[in-house]
């Protein structure tokens, strides 16, 4: 079964850290380019990072460039998100995602297999 899993969510205060997992199963998360969504309360889904499972190319959004690193670990299958200097406005359901092709973007009509989110509660 081709499914991703998204953990390590919860809460924590403004200024500190935390790192998601998104765990690839039925299918080799090397071939493919990963990434990774987040939607607030009331919030359209945006956008926060991807990579491209060959090269390991990222590109990131602008509101998390600079705090946010995306990683994966072929052997574990497994893409990161390292999230530091958390903001309240960071607050939301983190998903991943999969895409296939060598354009690495964040357009997410061309991202499939979505995971069922993890959340992060930035808050003192």
């Known amino acids: 079964q081709v499914q991703l899993v998204e953990s390590g969510g919860g809460l924590v205060q403004p200024g500190g850290s935390l790192r998601l997992s998104c765990a690839a199963s039925?299918?080799?998360?090397?071939?493919?380019?990963i990434g990774w969504f987040r939607q607030a309360p009331g919030k359209e889904r945006e956008g926060v990072s991807c990579?491209?499972?060959?090269?390991?190319?990222?590109y990131y959004a602008d509101s998390v460039k600079g705090r946010f690193t995306i990683s994966r670990d072929s052997a574990k299958n497994t893409a990161y998100l390292q999230m530091n200097t958390l903001k309240p406005e960071d607050t939301a359901t983190y998903y991943c995602?999969?895409?296939?092709?060598?354009?690495?973007?964040?357009?997410?009509?061309?991202?499939?297999?979505w995971g069922q989110g993890t959340q992060v509660t930035v808050s003192s």
């Open positions: 995602a999969r895409m296939w092709g060598n354009r690495l973007h964040l357009i997410q009509s061309s991202y499939g297999c």
């Open positions: 990579i491209d499972g060959r090269d390991g190319n990222t």
């Open positions: 039925g299918f080799n998360m090397s071939w493919w380019n």
